[in-house]
């Protein structure tokens, strides 16, 4: 049973944007935290941007913040990550990631029940 499914990845040339779209169904519908997070070959899995979905409270590395935008549709029970002024450091595997209950650091990728199969973007100079 598919849970949390990502599309929208792809290839792009620096300064170039891409949306990044998560869509959840079973369980996964109800997490009180959504989020992103980035793995690059032979690092860590970091967070990028989380938003809580009762309140719409959003949270960004700083990495990120002023270029990716995290947002939801609750209706298509969606979450997205706009994209912006990507640069090669962005290049990575990107997941998406859900928490039932919302607890413990958005930063944390053990506070997170699902995760979606990754969609990967390249990000050239």
């Known amino acids: 049973q598919v849970q949390l499914e990502e599309s929208g990845g792809g290839s792009v040339q620096a300064g170039g944007s891409l949306r990044l779209s998560c869509a959840a169904s079973?369980?996964?519908?109800?997490?009180?935290?959504m989020a992103w997070f980035r793995q690059a070959p032979g690092k860590q899995r970091d967070g990028v941007a989380t938003?809580?979905?009762?309140?719409?409270?959003?949270y960004y590395a700083n990495s990120v913040k002023g270029r990716f935008t995290i947002s939801r549709d609750k209706a298509k029970n969606t979450v997205y990550l706009q994209m912006n002024s990507l640069s090669p450091e962005d290049t990575a595997m990107y997941y998406c990631?859900?928490?039932?209950?919302?607890?413990?650091?958005?930063?944390?990728?053990?506070?997170?029940?699902?995760w979606g199969q990754g969609t990967q973007v390249t990000v050239s100079s």
């Open positions: 990631a859900a928490s039932l209950t919302g607890g413990g650091s958005w930063l944390y990728s053990g506070n997170y029940n699902y």
């Open positions: 079973g369980s996964a519908i109800n997490s009180a935290r």
């Open positions: 938003i809580y979905t009762g309140s719409g409270v959003t």
